[in-house]
């Protein structure tokens, strides 16, 4: 299982890469693995600002529809405009070529609140 130790990572199976006050955000290896081959991500936040543990999106799965929870409070200035035609990005690069989104992040203190590599392989046993 893939955890990179660069990043930050939520109870919800996201993870987070910070550069200066814009986020980018998609869900990690072992989420990806839970929900099976990804069909769809629907993002229909885009320009809009919302708060942290808001619903940004849904992923859906062979099996199964998963929302989506923004992270950190802000304003999502971009979707991966590649997983429209390649929904399956997610599955083989989930923490490169299939991110979700980018956020401007409106309260950098939020990131804190965000687990570490070695939290998260906690949270999921590995």
């Not at 919800?12 to 910070?18: A, I, L, M, S």
């Not at 992270?71 to 429209?84: W, Y």
């Amino acid at each position: 299982m893939n955890i990179p130790a660069d990043l930050k990572y939520t109870k919800d199976h996201e993870w987070v890469k910070v550069e200066g006050d814009v986020v980018t955000v998609g869900i990690t290896d072992f989420a990806q693995g839970e929900l099976g081959d990804i069909v769809y991500v629907e993002v229909e936040t885009l320009d809009e600002t919302l708060e942290a543990e808001e619903v940004f999106g849904t992923v859906e799965a062979v099996k199964t529809v998963s929302d989506l929870f923004l992270p950190v409070s802000g304003e999502i200035i971009e979707f991966n405009e590649a997983l429209e035609d390649a929904p399956e990005l997610v599955n083989s690069d989930p923490y490169g070529e299939g991110w979700m989104i980018k956020v401007k992040c409106s309260d950098l203190s939020q990131l804190e609140g965000l687990m570490t590599a070695d939290d998260y392989k906690a949270l999921i046993g590995a």
